[in-house]
């Protein structure tokens, strides 16, 4: 038996729904977020209109039970409840959109905010685009000196950072759970891989405080770094979190 | 369809196509001073 | 079409006259500084601004109105320096092939901009007046700069026009063996004068975003040429000019759509079809490149300033990009609809009609990847849920790697709907077809594995150097998949048989929205991408020289910047109305009886 | 007509459709509003280093140890904040200060507003100040920096510091560090930038300290005027004093400056 068009393409918009619904929250476990879901619903959409409409016979097959329902006397029934419970429906999607709930505002935090071209740490003003890692040279220079340092960077990351951004750098700590926004996950391809060394130092530098607006809501719980460690040890503490992670920071020279 | 007219051509393109985009990859990574295969 | 003249010309004497009483004002300033700093060489630093120095008239916004008026003239600019492009190649083809046709259609074309052509020139000149009126400093110390350049762009323009003139009002008269060789020539000048007047006007606004030629205090060396060859001048020419075409041709394409509507005849509709055919040909070949040139030109800008870069990518535009994707989707989206309801043109194209559906998967599936956010909007279940801000899955996705192979995808497949289109009326007769075929088939496949391989490896096991330089191989991949199998498809059809006639005309009205689809979605998109670039500088008028001290500095929300798009984007579309109107009229007569005496 | 409404109801549509999108399907940033102009960090700075700064500018950038100095040209300023409230009240004084700090920044911006007897231009009869604006031309101090010489002057003056660390000034333009400057390309360039005006009348500049350059050519030639240059108390001409002219032009000249300098005061006849 041939299944109608316009029932196809129904089915066809509700499997995909499914299927996203499927995939994500149930094998993969990790749910996929309904903003998201949304706008891909509506493009799927479109491109199930597309498919099925760019021929003349298949859209006339496909909009053939649409005109049949407005316009055939013989299904008057059908069509009256039809026009009484679409407006109905769509009253009460928009109702239940629209109607205040209990929970906070989503809230959107851009977390790589642009940083500042110059900051100021330590009591002096930092050229953000011109700084480097002072270290950074010894990874080619003196091998036996850098994995020091790295190490040096591993021993300040333990006794200061590993509480919130994990023992694995995963931003998985012992407290990671009490924390909103949660601690970065260092392993992301998306996090410090995306980045130059100058930016993680203003970071940990000035910490949740000196985070720009636009990085609102202001609710960082990262500590103003500066007040408790020595410009030496954040830039030994960048080493590590890079080698760790097998990750390179950001940069235009080539290196490789 | 797929007699041997068409089997042969198919593989025989696939390995070709296939070794020339690689050697293009090796050769414009290396023009930009990199190699196709990263090296920490 | 004396009325178009005379308007055409006041408009250019608004933009001469006003122009060059600035250039001298520029001067005279220039000697002043001079003298009060005791700068020889004329150049002063560039002036610090109070808030008080920016003329508030008759209480207008002067930002919005800059904003509105300078797209407006941006987009009426891009139409008109891309249709004698395409002209120009149309009117060679018909040359070529002695196909009358296009020589008609090519006169259509130029027929329709050269209406648009006074109304660039209007809106420049109202440009320049906004500019003097609202932002006086800003414009004098830019015209000490460019003094040069712009008065050459003033003499430019009146060369353009008398060029366009001949050249449009000559086109009957200069016909037929070396006469027709004497036209083509003037297309080609007239495309020599209008791309560089395009150079000129963009080195002046890269030198905003990336200045050159002056020192930290924006005290200018007098070397003119390093102000105009700046950093991202290149960059942004061969975007622009790239991306004119697209946009060119999607307004005659809208143009023809709108006449194929309302076209009475079968054969008005079949001989506006054909065009709009042509039309969208032309804008989609102009639309594949286009991306690369985007992220080259992205990229130049990250490497310029890191900061603008984040600003532009990762901070405060980021969520732009979404709306942009959303607008590039919707171009790929419409252009291959287009393709495949045109299909309906040729009785036989029912065989190619099966594998649409899988075309449609990859788009919609690339357009997906293409358009998945960095930064997801998540409620606090959903927070809570995956443990933090980012998605294992989705999160890889937002970033450059994805929506490289995304993109690269989708022009593959674009594409692939497009040699379909080119088949469906032909059956090959050479005794390779099966073998040409297959090697096709394996092109396509080693090739999006190439795609793959390189956006996947080099996208998220190696360092940022190398994600950037693995796009370049990815975009080559791209290019050569399409220029190989076009070329194989060339061969394989030669002395093809024709399945049967085509029936130019036969297409559903929902094709020629999808073209209207196409001509509002590139003309909101490129405001929306204007905004974004000249955004990115927020609170300065020449990055980190000349700060924008006035009360509008802050920049706006995305939703005011997406309002003000829009109601530029409905400004133009009108005006563009209006010019597609006049055409109409100018070609009508009335016959009012017992009028004039006998 | 029908299809004509259509078009303009899709065209309207599709862009309605984006701008909903744009303002209710994406998160509304706010972006922050710009930052206060970039300062000298004063904001961090503490009254004792704003004055040491002042004292730096007062010996350095503000050049005004070339005149006020032991050497007679221009009133000594170390007690000049304590004399303030009697000026004030002097009917020679022409300006609209009324308070120490008032009184000292106009002195600087419009010299005449009071001329201490004796020091006026020649033949004004103590009506018009010798010193040149210093907010403008070479010295082109910026309002921060002014204020700092000023704190330094009251502080020095044993009068109360009564200026507030500005916290809206434009940042000082960083010296480049290390990098040799370019080359002066004109005569006039290097007058103006090494300010040889505020003494010597010369080119545009009409300064009385030193002697009037401009027709010097005539006079000297070139050994002369290059051994001027370079060791200025090498012969003092007459009626003008000793160790008024700085000694190191020579070491910040480059050498093609100096020979451009020796042909172009030689040429000045």
Same mark, same amino acid.
């Given at each position: 038996?041939?299944?109608?068009?316009?029932?196809?393409?129904?089915?066809?918009?509700?499997?995909?729904?499914?299927?996203?619904?499927?995939?994500?929250?149930?094998?993969?476990?990790?749910?996929?977020?309904?903003?998201? +879901?949304?706008?891909?619903?509506?493009?799927? !959409?479109?491109?199930?209109?597309?498919?099925?409409?760019?021929?003349?016979?298949?859209?006339?097959?496909?909009?053939?039970?649409?005109?049949?329902?407005?316009?055939?006397?013989?299904?008057?029934?059908?069509?009256?409840?039809?026009?009484?419970?679409?407006?109905?429906?769509?009253?009460?999607?928009?109702?239940?959109?629209?109607?205040?709930?209990?929970?906070?505002?989503?809230?959107?935090?851009?977390?790589?905010?642009?940083?500042?071209?110059?900051?100021?740490?330590?009591?002096?003003?930092?050229?953000?685009?011109?700084?480097?890692?002072?270290?950074?040279?010894?990874?080619?220079?003196?091998?036996?000196?850098?994995?020091?340092?790295? *190490?040096?960077? !591993?021993?300040?990351?333990?006794?200061?950072?590993?509480?919130?951004?994990?023992?694995?750098?995963?931003?998985?700590?012992?407290?990671?759970?009490?924390?909103?926004?949660? $601690?970065?996950?260092?392993?992301?391809?998306?996090?410090?891989?995306?980045?130059?060394?100058?930016?993680?130092?203003?970071?940990?530098?000035?910490?949740?405080?000196?985070? $720009?607006?636009?990085?609102?809501?202001?609710?960082?719980?990262?500590?103003?770094?500066?007040?408790?460690?020595?410009?030496?040890?954040?830039?030994?503490?960048?080493?590590?979190?890079?080698?760790?992670?097998?990750?390179?920071?950001?940069?235009?020279?080539?290196?490789? | 369809?797929?007699?041997?007219?068409?089997?042969?051509?198919?593989?025989?393109?696939?390995?070709?196509?296939?070794?020339?985009?690689?050697?293009?990859?090796?050769?414009?990574?290396?023009?930009?001073?990199?190699?196709?295969?990263?090296?920490? | 079409?004396?009325?178009?003249?005379?308007?055409?010309?006041?408009?250019?004497?608004?933009?001469?006259?006003?122009?060059?009483?600035?250039?001298?004002?520029?001067?005279?300033?220039?000697?002043?500084?001079?003298?009060?700093?005791?700068?020889?060489?004329?150049?002063?630093?560039?002036?610090?601004?109070?808030?008080?120095?920016?003329?508030?008239?008759?209480?207008?916004?002067?930002?919005?109105?800059?904003?509105?008026?300078?797209? +407006?003239?941006?987009?009426?600019?891009?139409?008109?320096?891309?249709?004698?492009?395409?002209?120009?190649?149309?009117?060679?083809?018909?040359?070529?092939?002695?196909?009358?046709?296009?020589?008609?259609?090519?006169?259509?074309?130029?027929?329709?901009?050269?209406?648009?052509?006074? @109304?660039?020139?209007?809106?420049?000149?109202?440009?320049?007046?906004?500019?003097?009126?609202?932002?006086?400093?800003?414009?004098?110390?830019?015209?000490?700069?460019?003094?040069?350049?712009?008065?050459?762009?003033?003499?430019?323009?009146?060369?353009?026009?008398?060029?366009?003139?001949?050249?449009?009002?000559?086109?009957?008269?200069?016909?037929?063996?070396?006469?027709?060789?004497?036209?083509?020539?003037?297309?080609?000048?007239?495309?020599?004068?209008?791309?560089?007047?395009?150079?000129?006007?963009?080195?002046?606004?890269?030198?905003?975003?990336?200045?050159?030629?002056?020192?930290?205090?924006?005290?200018?060396?007098?070397?003119?040429?390093?102000?105009?060859?700046?950093?991202?001048?290149?960059?942004?020419?061969?975007?622009?000019?790239?991306?004119?075409?697209?946009?060119?041709?999607?307004?005659?394409?809208?143009?023809?759509?709108?006449?194929?509507?309302?076209?009475?005849?079968?054969?008005?509709?079949?001989?506006?079809?054909?065009?709009?055919?042509?039309?969208?040909?032309?804008?989609?070949?102009?639309?594949?490149?286009?991306?690369?040139?985007?992220?080259?030109?992205?990229?130049?800008?990250?490497?310029?300033?890191?900061?603008?870069?984040?600003?532009?990518?990762?901070?405060?535009? *980021?969520?732009?990009?979404?709306?942009?994707?959303?607008?590039?989707?919707?171009?790929?989206?419409?252009?291959?609809?287009?393709?495949?309801?045109?299909?309906?043109?040729?009785?036989?194209?029912?065989?190619?009609?099966?594998?649409?559906?899988?075309?449609?998967?990859? +788009?919609?599936?690339?357009? @997906?990847?293409?358009?998945?956010?960095?930064?997801?909007?998540?409620?606090?279940?959903?927070?809570?849920?995956?443990?933090?801000?980012?998605?294992?899955?989705?999160?890889?996705?937002?970033?450059?790697?994805?929506?490289?192979?995304?993109?690269?995808?989708?022009?593959?497949?674009?594409?692939?709907?497009?040699?379909?289109?080119?088949?469906?009326?032909?059956?090959?007769?050479?005794?390779?077809?099966?073998?040409?075929?297959?090697?096709?088939?394996?092109?396509?496949?080693?090739?999006?594995?190439?795609?793959?391989?390189?956006?996947?490896?080099?996208?998220?096991?190696?360092?940022?150097?190398?994600?950037?330089?693995?796009?370049?191989?990815?975009?080559?991949?791209?290019?050569?998949?399409?220029?190989?199998?076009?070329?194989?498809?060339?061969?394989?059809?030669?002395?093809?048989?024709?399945?049967?006639?085509?029936?130019?005309?036969?297409?559903?009205?929902?094709?020629?929205?999808?073209?209207?689809?196409?001509?509002?979605?590139?003309?909101?998109?490129?405001?929306?991408?204007?905004?974004?670039?000249?955004?990115?500088?927020?609170?300065?008028?020449?990055?980190?020289?000349?700060?924008?001290?006035?009360?509008?500095?802050?920049?706006?929300?995305?939703?005011?910047?997406?309002?003000?798009?829009?109601?530029?984007?409905?400004?133009?579309?009108?005006?563009?109305?209006?010019?597609?109107?006049?055409?109409?009229?100018?070609?009508?007569?009335?016959?009012?009886?017992?009028?004039?005496?006998? | 007509?029908?299809?004509?409404?259509?078009?303009?109801?899709?065209?309207?549509?599709?862009?309605?459709?984006?701008?909903?999108?744009?303002?209710?399907?994406?998160?509304?940033?706010?972006?922050?509003?710009?930052?206060?102009?970039?300062?000298?960090?004063?904001?961090?700075?503490?009254?004792?280093?704003?004055?040491?700064?002042?004292?730096?500018?007062?010996?350095?950038?503000?050049?005004?140890?070339?005149?006020?100095?032991?050497?007679?040209?221009?009133?000594?300023?170390?007690?000049?904040?304590?004399?303030?409230?009697?000026?004030?009240?002097?009917?020679?004084?022409?300006?609209?200060?009324?308070?120490?700090?008032?009184?000292?920044?106009?002195?600087?911006?419009?010299?005449?507003?009071?001329?201490?007897?004796?020091?006026?231009?020649?033949?004004?009869?103590?009506?018009?100040?010798?010193?040149?604006?210093?907010?403008?031309?070479?010295?082109?101090?910026?309002? !921060?920096?002014?204020?700092?010489?000023?704190?330094?002057?009251?502080?020095?003056?044993?009068?109360?510091?009564?200026?507030?660390?500005?916290?809206?000034?434009?940042?000082?333009?960083?010296?480049?560090?290390?990098?040799?400057?370019?080359?002066?390309?004109?005569?006039?360039?290097?007058?103006?930038?090494?300010?040889?005006?505020?003494?010597?009348?010369?080119?545009?500049?009409?300064?009385?300290?030193?002697?009037?350059?401009?027709?010097?050519?005539?006079?000297?030639?070139?050994?002369?005027?290059?051994?001027?240059?370079?060791?200025?108390?090498?012969?003092?001409?007459?009626?003008?004093?000793?160790?008024?002219?700085?000694?190191?032009?020579?070491?910040?000249?480059?050498?093609?400056?100096?020979?451009?300098?020796?042909?172009?005061?030689?040429?000045?006849?």
């Amino acid at each position: 038996m041939k299944i109608p068009k316009l029932l196809q393409a129904v089915l066809v918009l509700i499997g995909v729904y499914l299927g996203f619904i499927l995939v994500f929250d149930v094998l993969l476990d990790a749910v996929i977020p309904s903003s998201v +879901l949304a706008m891909y619903m509506f493009f799927v !959409a479109a491109g199930v209109f597309m498919v099925f409409t760019f021929e003349e016979d298949g859209t006339r097959e496909l909009v053939a039970p649409i005109k049949a329902l407005v316009e055939e006397p013989s299904r008057r029934l059908i069509r009256n409840i039809v026009f009484v419970v679409v407006p109905v429906l769509a009253g009460a999607g928009t109702y239940f959109q629209m109607v205040p709930s209990l929970d906070a505002p989503v809230e959107l935090r851009s977390i790589h905010p642009a940083p500042p071209t110059a900051i100021k740490v330590y009591g002096k003003r930092v050229n953000l685009l011109k700084l480097e890692n002072p270290y950074r040279k010894f990874e080619k220079e003196d091998p036996e000196k850098f994995k020091e340092l790295v *190490a040096g960077g !591993a021993k300040v990351y333990i006794q200061n950072c590993q509480y919130c951004h994990g023992d694995k750098l995963d931003g998985k700590g012992p407290y990671a759970a009490g924390l909103n926004p949660t $601690p970065l996950n260092f392993q992301d391809v998306g996090t410090i891989a995306q980045l130059q060394e100058s930016y993680l130092f203003w970071r940990i530098a000035t910490g949740g405080p000196g985070l $720009p607006k636009e990085a609102a809501p202001w609710i960082s719980s990262m500590p103003v770094w500066q007040n408790f460690l020595s410009e030496e040890e954040i830039w030994q503490v960048i080493l590590f979190l890079y080698d760790y992670t097998g990750r390179r920071p950001r940069s235009w020279e080539h290196d490789g | 369809m797929r007699g041997n007219g068409y089997l042969v051509p198919f593989v025989a393109a696939l390995v070709v196509s296939g070794a020339l985009f690689l050697l293009m990859d090796m050769a414009v990574m290396n023009m930009q001073g990199l190699s196709l295969f990263f090296e920490p | 079409m004396n009325l178009c003249r005379l308007k055409n010309l006041k408009g250019i004497s608004t933009v001469l006259a006003v122009g060059i009483l600035w250039l001298l004002a520029g001067d005279a300033f220039g000697a002043e500084t001079a003298s009060a700093t005791g700068v020889t060489g004329g150049y002063g630093p560039a002036p610090d601004l109070k808030p008080s120095d920016y003329p508030q008239v008759a209480g207008v916004n002067s930002r919005v109105t800059i904003w509105i008026v300078a797209q +407006l003239h941006l987009w009426f600019a891009a139409f008109v320096l891309a249709v004698p492009i395409f002209v120009f190649i149309i009117e060679a083809i018909g040359m070529r092939t002695r196909d009358k046709r296009y020589d008609d259609m090519a006169y259509e074309f130029i027929k329709v901009s050269i209406t648009a052509y006074s @109304l660039t020139a209007i809106m420049g000149g109202l440009l320049l007046f906004c500019l003097v009126l609202f932002y006086p400093d800003l414009f004098r110390y830019m015209s000490v700069i460019f003094k040069d350049s712009m008065f050459y762009y003033a003499l430019l323009f009146f060369a353009e026009s008398a060029v366009l003139y001949i050249y449009y009002y000559g086109w009957h008269w200069l016909q037929g063996g070396f006469r027709k060789w004497v036209h083509l020539t003037l297309g080609l000048l007239l495309n020599a004068v209008g791309t560089t007047l395009m150079l000129l006007a963009n080195a002046w606004l890269t030198f905003m975003m990336s200045p050159a030629g002056v020192d930290p205090a924006g005290v200018f060396s007098g070397d003119a040429w390093a102000a105009i060859h700046n950093f991202l001048w290149n960059p942004i020419n061969i975007h622009r000019f790239i991306a004119n075409i697209a946009y060119g041709g999607s307004i005659v394409g809208a143009y023809a759509a709108f006449k194929f509507l309302t076209a009475s005849g079968a054969q008005e509709k079949a001989h506006y079809d054909w065009m709009g055919y042509n039309a969208n040909f032309i804008a989609i070949c102009a639309l594949l490149p286009l991306p690369f040139a985007g992220y080259y030109l992205a990229a130049e800008i990250y490497a310029y300033s890191q900061q603008m870069g984040i600003t532009l990518m990762g901070g405060l535009f *980021a969520w732009l990009f979404i709306i942009q994707a959303v607008l590039i989707g919707t171009l790929f989206l419409s252009a291959n609809y287009y393709l495949w309801c045109g299909m309906g043109r040729s009785d036989g194209a029912k065989r190619y009609y099966k594998y649409i559906k899988y075309i449609a998967i990859v +788009l919609i599936g690339a357009f @997906l990847v293409w358009f998945t956010p960095h930064t997801l909007v998540l409620t606090n279940e959903e927070l809570k849920a995956l443990g933090g801000p980012y998605h294992k899955y989705l999160g890889p996705l937002g970033i450059m790697p994805a929506k490289n192979t995304a993109v690269n995808l989708m022009i593959l497949f674009t594409a692939l709907s497009f040699m379909f289109y080119r088949r469906a009326n032909k059956v090959a007769t050479v005794g390779w077809v099966k073998a040409g075929n297959a090697i096709q088939v394996a092109l396509f496949t080693t090739g999006i594995l190439n795609i793959f391989f390189l956006g996947v490896y080099h996208g998220y096991f190696t360092n940022t150097v190398y994600k950037v330089a693995a796009s370049i191989p990815q975009v080559l991949t791209t290019l050569i998949v399409i220029v190989a199998s076009v070329v194989i498809d060339s061969f394989m059809y030669r002395r093809s048989q024709e399945a049967g006639p085509l029936h130019w005309g036969r297409v559903p009205p929902r094709s020629q929205y999808a073209l209207f689809l196409l001509a509002v979605s590139f003309t909101w998109l490129m405001g929306l991408m204007g905004y974004i670039r000249s955004g990115i500088r927020q609170h300065w008028h020449i990055l980190d020289i000349m700060r924008d001290n006035s009360p509008d500095a802050f920049t706006p929300t995305l939703g005011y910047a997406a309002n003000v798009v829009s109601l530029a984007t409905i400004l133009f579309m009108a005006m563009v109305i209006f010019v597609f109107w006049l055409s109409q009229v100018s070609g009508s007569k009335t016959l009012p009886d017992g009028y004039w005496k006998e | 007509m029908r299809q004509f409404l259509m078009v303009v109801a899709f065209t309207l549509l599709t862009v309605g459709l984006f701008a909903g999108y744009s303002n209710f399907g994406i998160p509304q940033i706010e972006p922050a509003q710009p930052p206060k102009q970039e300062k000298i960090d004063l904001g961090a700075m503490t009254m004792d280093k704003f004055i040491a700064l002042g004292e730096k500018i007062f010996n350095g950038k503000g050049t005004c140890t070339l005149c006020h100095n032991n050497l007679g040209r221009a009133p000594m300023l170390g007690g000049t904040a304590g004399l303030v409230p009697k000026r004030l009240v002097d009917p020679r004084y022409k300006g609209e200060a009324t308070n120490v700090e008032e009184y000292l920044i106009e002195s600087f911006v419009k010299p005449s507003a009071f001329v201490v007897a004796g020091f006026g231009k020649k033949g004004t009869n103590d009506t018009v100040s010798p010193m040149p604006d210093v907010s403008a031309g070479s010295i082109r101090l910026n309002d !921060a920096e002014i204020k700092a010489v000023v704190a330094y002057l009251q502080d020095s003056g044993g009068a109360e510091v009564t200026v507030k660390i500005p916290t809206d000034a434009p940042e000082q333009t960083e010296q480049t560090e290390g990098e040799p400057r370019a080359p002066f390309e004109t005569p006039e360039q290097a007058i103006a930038e090494l300010g040889c005006g505020a003494c010597h009348k010369v080119a545009t500049e009409e300064g009385e300290v030193g002697p009037d350059l401009t027709k010097i050519g005539g006079l000297r030639d070139k050994a002369y005027l290059r051994q001027a240059i370079l060791d200025p108390n090498a012969d003092i001409t007459e009626g003008f004093e000793k160790d008024q002219m700085p000694p190191d032009y020579g070491a910040q000249m480059y050498a093609q400056e100096l020979e451009m300098m020796v042909d172009y005061l030689a040429g000045l006849k």
